[in-house]
Every structure is written in C-alpha cells, then in structure tokens.
C-alpha cells in the first residue's frame, strides 16, 4: 500500500522548539534541499508556529520574514471533514487517497509556496492518513529525452477563462532549480503555448506524451515519493513550490486535525487575496463535468 518501500522523510526527533530556532538556517537548508522535513512530536504551540514561519521565511524566501509582515488570512485548521463526506458519497470505488495529488493553487497569481503544518490531534492508525510528497525538481531531472526537456522549457499554459499565463518550467526562488509545475490533477484543464503560439500537432501529441508520463512518475513511481506517517505532535515544514502532494484515506474527521500557515512569494493584501480566491473558485466551479483526463482538451 502507499509508502510500503518508502523513501525515508528528513525527519527530526526529539528536537525543541530553542534548538531549531538556534539553528534555523541549517534546517531551512534541509528544507530547501529536501523540499519537505519533519519535526517528529515537536507539540509547538500556535505562537511557535508563527514564530517558525517568520524565522524559516528568512531563509527559504518566503512571507512571512523578519522583513515582510505576517499576511492576514495565513492560518487555517483542517480535518478534511468535507472531502471525507464527498469520498463517502461518492459511488466510485477507492483507490486509497482522499486528497489527490496535487501542487497547491499552481494558476493563482499568488500561490502558496510553503506551508507549516501542525499536528493538534491524531488518533488513528498511522497506516492511515499518510501525506506524500513529490518533489516536481526531481520529475524535472527523470524528464527521459532532451526533446521533451526543451519542448517544457520553452512552453507555458493556462487555464481556460483565465487571464493568466505561467510557465510550465519555473526556477527556484532561492537554489534556481528548474521546477516541473504541472501535476496529477490539473494538467487536462489547461491549454498549452510555446513560445506563446498554439502548438502544432506533433506538439500537442507530445504534450499528451508527457502528460501521461509526469502522472505515472508522480502515482506509481516510488523513486519520486516519499510519505510521512503522521504522529500528534508532529509539524511538517514543506517547500509547496516544489512539492506535489496528497492524503490517503482511512480516518475519521474526528481522528486528524492540524492547524496550518500559508507563505507566500510576496505580502498581498487580504482584499486582493480575497478577490483572487473568489475568481478561482468561481472559474473551477465553472469547469464541473470538464474534469475528465480522456477529454480533447485542445
């Protein structure tokens, strides 16, 4: 089942919250090298949390930072309650994961480039409830031939009814990695550029070649992933440029709960936030029925 043979998280045990402040900027090199590490039963308290946010945002280019004020609107609790009723409701056989794979708001203007997670409850089994993480640099290097390499390089997409245009291929904001940004559940929403014009037809065959491709590495490629089994206590710090994710199923909403701080490429005001996550929901809300990879999306 998933993560079986796992890939070993960069893990931290028996750790406080004074030494990782004392040496924030060799765990924010880990970070920044493994794009996802683990304070195992760190039990922070929310103050620390916020404290870790600012403290790794100094060293990992994010807000918040000692420079940039924390943004209003960072914090969040979660239990996944909703998306294990629709699982419930749902008349599809499972395939063992509540939260599909996915990088976090890739065709937002603003995107959520890390996070912090908090571990305040968990009291399943810890077979269940797994997060995995794939680190799309990686995905970027497996790329098989240089013809693929050069044709993402030079391409963008966007999504339908979106005025917006990103490049399939970013670079690090600190290491300057080339990033792969696509992932397992947007990638037959959107339409492809190179170079800005539509794509010829050999193109548009090898798009789909490598579509196909970036799914299975991300889904069945054990090379690629690595999971965490989570503890109460726990806190994950994760790198969301890099890092595609998911969630296995298997718990109850009343059975894992964690509190988590968004951060962010730059400091934008709640209204602009605001205005923007209205425009997406509205837009993906739009695109029901639409979500089906075997669709003629050109």
């Known amino acids: 089942m998933f993560g079986d043979a796992m890939n070993k998280i960069t893990e931290y045990s028996d750790v406080k919250f004074e030494e990782i402040k004392n040496n924030i900027k060799t765990y924010s090199?880990?970070?920044?090298l493994n794009g996802v590490i683990v304070f195992k039963k760190l039990f922070a308290s929310e103050d620390e949390q916020k404290q870790l946010a600012v403290l790794f945002g100094n060293h990992s280019g994010w807000v918040p930072n000692d420079s940039q004020a924390v943004v209003n609107g960072l914090r969040y609790q979660e239990n996944h309650e909703l998306s294990i009723k629709l699982k419930e409701s749902s008349t599809e056989e499972s395939d063992g994961i509540l939260i599909p794979w996915h990088l976090e708001n890739p065709y937002a203007n603003d995107p959520e480039i890390g996070a912090l997670w908090n571990?305040?409850?968990?009291?399943?089994?810890?077979?269940?409830?797994?997060?995995?993480?794939v680190d799309m640099r990686k995905v970027y290097k497996f790329l098989p031939n240089s013809v693929w390499r050069d044709l993402v390089d030079k391409s963008e997409w966007r999504f339908p009814w979106l005025e917006r245009v990103k490049p399939i291929v970013e670079k690090h904001r600190v290491t300057n990695e080339k990033i792969l940004r696509y992932d397992a559940t947007h990638f037959y929403l959107i339409e492809n550029f190179v170079n800005g014009v539509e794509p010829s037809s050999v193109e548009i065959e090898t798009f789909k070649e490598i579509f196909n491709w970036v799914?299975?590495?991300i889904k069945t490629n054990e090379d690629t992933q690595q999971w965490h089994e989570w503890d109460e206590g726990d806190m994950v710090v994760v790198d969301l440029q890099v890092s595609c994710h998911c969630v296995t199923d298997g718990f109850l909403s009343t059975e894992r709960e964690f509190i988590g701080y968004w951060c962010f490429a730059k400091n934008v005001r709640d209204e602009e936030r605001e205005k923007e996550s209205l425009l997406l929901t509205k837009t993906l809300?739009?695109?029901?029925?639409?979500?089906?990879?075997n669709k003629d999306f050109y």
């Open 29 to 32: 090199e880990s970070l920044l």
């Open 119 to 133: 571990n305040i409850n968990f009291k399943c089994d810890s077979k269940f409830g797994k997060t995995g993480f």
């Open 215 to 217: 799914i299975n590495q």
């Open 285 to 293: 809300t739009s695109m029901v029925g639409m979500e089906d990879p």
